[in-house]
């Protein structure tokens, strides 16, 4: 099956901690994103990728860093500096092409909860 | 002020009422606009957009975007059970901003049989 997988599906972190969060695409897609959620304020971008090994800031990047090694993987670290990190956190793909008129799919995995504690 | 108002509700219906929900922006170069549905717990699903201004029907949905107000609508016909979840709007800018989307903060809605 073709998809989005993000791992874990919950997370505990003690406050001061770095935390890494999974995500992996065997869409063959070439744009990968990470969004934050909070109750009430919607989907925030935090980072997002258009190609390989380049990775653009998003609205709320402070506190957060991302890699882009791989097609596939776009794994998110949320930071000790990242002030209040306990949130929804959602990662989409989609194929990267530009066509007027026409949106770029983003499709989005099942997402990470982060608690710290 | 934010670039993209929707109003959180929660929204609660009858089965079969027609449902309207609303999203209100501030960003005049938005060009696609989006309406993503979130069930419970998971990641949201494009559920429709439409680019520019102009009306686009799906089914029992409906989209509507007044650009000139800065509104679009998402209406939902015959609304049943299964169409309880949480919908949100999004907005992209195209250009050098494309697939950089800006949500609103999403309308819960729960359609009782």
């Known amino acids: 099956d073709g998809g989005i997988t993000q791992s874990p599906k919950y997370l505990f972190r003690k406050e001061g901690q770095n935390v890494t969060l999974s995500c992996e695409q065997n869409?063959?897609?070439?744009?990968m994103y990470w969004y934050r959620q909070d109750p009430g304020q919607g989907l925030r971008l935090i980072y997002y990728s258009q190609i390989v090994n380049d990775f653009q800031k998003g609205d709320i990047a402070e506190g957060y860093s991302v890699s882009r090694e791989k097609k596939e993987s776009f794994p998110l670290t949320v930071t000790s500096a990242q002030k209040n990190p306990t949130a929804f956190y959602l990662c989409a793909s989609s194929k990267g092409s530009r066509q007027r008129e026409k949106v770029d799919t983003q499709y989005f995995g099942p997402g990470t909860r982060l608690t710290v504690l | 002020q934010k670039e993209v108002e929707q109003d959180p509700g929660p929204l609660s219906v009858p089965e079969g009422a027609i449902v309207s929900l609303n999203c209100t922006y501030s960003n005049s170069a938005f060009q696609y606009f989006m309406w993503y549905r979130q069930y419970s717990r998971k990641g949201p699903e494009l559920l429709m957009y439409?680019?520019?201004?102009g009306n686009k029907e799906d089914g029992r949905f409906t989209a509507q975007v007044d650009k000139s107000s800065k509104y679009i609508s998402l209406f939902i016909r015959d609304s049943q059970p299964s169409d309880s979840a949480t919908y949100l709007c999004?907005?992209?800018?195209?250009?050098?901003?494309?697939?950089?989307?800006?949500f609103g903060q999403g309308t819960i809605l729960t359609v009782h049989p």
């Open positions: 439409t680019y520019s201004s």
């Open positions: 999004a907005m992209d800018a195209g250009g050098t901003s494309y697939g950089k989307l800006t």
């Open positions: 869409l063959n897609h070439d744009a």
